[in-house]
């Protein structure tokens, strides 16, 4: 993998410096003391220059000039030299080669330095016991992005460039473009330059399920420290690069950390009066806090709005349902999940979630709390634009939350969901409504509490966030799951159509498939050219095409074979399907007889049934393409079925091969 994403081998990449990597293999011992460090400044004579120069500037406001590395290492602390040393290092190898692209070195250098300040703190609070280990760990955590552009065949600038604004920049797309994902080769990278394990740990493991990497819980703790940091960065507008899509957080994460005991707000605020010192130091622009905060309302944590001069309680803070929608891509998932968190958080009674249909010009319900309730929630609700009315109206033109109480103009809207009163908030993405949440109580007939509205409402951000990003992705899944020559779908899409499908026999619905092949292809590629050859192909495709079912699966499995299936059907049924499929090509190919002289037009199918106790849709396929088999070799165009191994009964005799 690593070959095929960069110019050169691992080993020939120019490793950092003997001096930094020293650094950092001392921040575990403990008996590095202050000497040991300085002296290995003093080798370095351009960062001995530069820790003086630190020393003595107005950052530090001496009264005296410092003459020596060993005096300003007793006045700074050990910790802070070796930050300040590594700081200097890796500043120099990210910012100076900065050149004008996509990929902004010195937004990636600011996201950095506040996921390894951010991860120092909580380990600090955690009481582990070397947090200059983590400071070094959030430092590099994604070092893997800065050495793709840098050295990638396909730099890193390039690869935001293609996925262009929509947000996307996940690790599956970077697996597809480069061939591998920035944190697997950052590990690859730290590990062959030498770097302390827990780094390589990180950089492995801080966007992966930590339930599966195995890990004692202290080096588990210690991941998801810096996978929390990089979190709570991206939600104060500071990730890695600039896209709204945010960092998987690990279900694990918070499991492994106490968010009572690391206290966010003043976490927070630590970090950013840090974050100003460097900035200042470096003569950088960094944003200000009260930027910071202004971002944190499409934020996945909603930690502090300073902008109007609030912070909320520590034990308030929704972040299990403002993480929820990020946890997966399909609606079906996150947005339960979303709505049990919030419900369970804020002690709400009902919850439901409207969607908006542009084209049809109306919300319709999507999900609901409780499912199916009594007095409201009807699936598949509907309101009409041009029936909306009353305070609806005003959360909707004001993208604000509202509540809603019996007045006539509402009565309407609370009629359908069997409430004397609601509160309606507006669910966003990039300025573009997706929908409405609803919250009420048709027993008690009380308000939600209007204190809790802002919080939620920053939630139903991070909730329009994953509809329009899940929206975005069926479209480029749908896009590049479909056979560009047939426009049928392609294998990727037939393998998920049988997994998801085959997921839903324990649930006592089966399936039935068929691998259709087209008899003597080659003959008409050899005889013809393959020109002819694909139309072929395109008229198998809209043959069978014609004969699907709403309902029913069709897709190109490869090469001149197609494979369909049939929700619970019987396994005469799915055979029946599979005859009339035959005999309609067969009727075509008598029709083209004059076009393809001399080579008759047919297929040959095998079929099988999942009630016939296959354990997987491995052995599904596998009994359909021995069935196929059979048909073919007992004199092709007809239909054989994995349970008799035999053909379809059938009226009409299939005409000669």
Not at 128 to 140: K, V
Not at 270 to 297: C, K, W
Not at 373 to 397: E, K, N, S, T, Y
Not at 448 to 467: D, F, K, M, W, Y
Request: net charge negative; with cysteine.
């Amino acid at each position: 993998m690593v070959h095929q994403a960069l110019r050169c081998p691992v080993s020939a990449l120019q490793p950092a410096p003997a001096a930094a990597l020293k650094l950092l293999q001392l921040t575990r011992s403990e008996d590095t003391g202050i000497a040991e460090v300085a002296q290995l400044i003093e080798t370095e004579p351009a960062l001995a220059a530069k820790v003086l120069r630190l020393v003595n500037s107005a950052y530090y406001g001496f009264p005296q000039r410092i003459p020596s590395i060993h005096r300003a290492a007793a006045l700074l602390g050990l910790s802070t030299l070796r930050q300040t040393a590594l700081h200097l290092f890796f500043y120099e190898s990210i910012i100076e080669s900065d050149t004008k692209s996509a990929f902004d070195r010195l937004f990636f250098w600011q996201h950095s330095l506040l996921v390894a300040i951010l991860s120092r703190s909580i380990a600090e609070r955690l009481g582990h016991e070397h947090p200059d280990e983590l400071y070094a760990a959030g430092l590099l955590h994604d070092l893997g992005k800065v050495v793709l552009e840098s050295h990638g065949k396909l730099s890193y600038s390039e690869f935001l460039s293609t996925v262009g604004t929509s947000g996307k920049a996940t690790r599956d797309d970077e697996a597809l473009f480069f061939g591998i994902t920035h944190d697997r080769l950052g590990a690859l990278v730290s590990e062959n330059w030498g770097l302390p394990g827990i780094v390589c740990r990180v950089q492995a493991l801080h966007h992966c399920g930590l339930a599966e990497s195995h890990l004692e819980t202290p080096q588990a703790q210690e991941v998801a420290i810096v996978a929390l940091a990089d979190f709570i960065a991206w939600t104060q507008g500071l990730g890695s690069v600039r896209t709204y899509t945010s960092p998987t957080l690990a279900p694990e994460v918070l499991e492994l950390i106490e968010l009572e005991q690391i206290g966010l707000a003043e976490l927070l605020s630590a970090a950013d009066q840090e974050m100003t010192e460097i900035a200042a130091f470096y003569g950088l622009h960094f944003p200000s806090p009260l930027q910071l905060r202004a971002n944190v309302v499409t934020t996945a944590l909603a930690l502090v709005n300073a902008s109007q001069g609030a912070t909320r309680p520590v034990g308030r803070r929704p972040i299990k349902s403002a993480t929820a929608p990020h946890q997966s891509l399909s609606p079906d998932v996150f947005v339960p999940q979303t709505l049990h968190a919030l419900q369970q958080e804020f002690a709400l009674a009902h919850l439901l979630l409207m969607q908006i249909e542009p084209k049809r010009r109306r919300f319709v319900a999507t999900h609901g709390l409780p499912e199916r309730a009594q007095g409201g929630q009807p699936p598949g609700m509907q309101i009409v634009f041009d029936r909306l009315g009353g305070d609806l109206i005003h959360c909707l033109r004001k993208r604000t939350a509202v509540m809603i109480h019996d007045t006539p103009p509402n009565r309407r809207f609370l009629s359908m969901l069997g409430a004397s009163v609601a509160a309606a908030i507006p669910v966003m993405s990039q300025g573009r409504l997706q929908g409405i949440l609803c919250l009420y109580d048709p027993e008690a007939q009380r308000p939600p509490a209007p204190t809790i509205l802002h919080e939620i409402q920053a939630v139903a951000g991070e909730l329009g966030i994953a509809l329009e990003r899940s929206r975005l992705f069926a479209v480029e899944r749908a896009k590049a799951e479909v056979d560009a020559l047939t426009q049928l779908p392609n294998r990727s899409a037939v393998d998920r159509f049988l997994q998801e499908s085959f997921a839903q026999v324990s649930a006592g619905r089966h399936v039935g498939i068929g691998l259709v092949d087209i008899d003597h292809f080659k003959a008409f590629n050899d005889t013809f050219g393959h020109q002819t050859g694909d139309d072929v192909l395109r008229i198998v495709a809209d043959t069978m095409r014609g004969l699907t079912r709403p309902g029913d699966f069709l897709g190109r499995y490869g090469g001149e074979e197609f494979l369909f299936g049939l929700m619970s059907p019987s396994d005469s049924g799915v055979a029946s399907y599979a005859e009339r499929i035959r005999r309609e090509i067969a009727r075509r190919g008598r029709m083209l007889e004059a076009r393809f002289s001399g080579h008759p037009l047919s297929v040959s199918i095998g079929v099988a049934h999942s009630s016939h106790d296959y354990l997987d849709t491995k052995s599904l396929v596998a009994a359909a393409d021995n069935a196929l088999y059979t048909a073919k070799s007992s004199g092709r165009n007809r239909v054989c079925t994995a349970w008799t191994q035999g053909g379809v009964p059938d009226t009409e005799s299939p005409p000669p091969a």
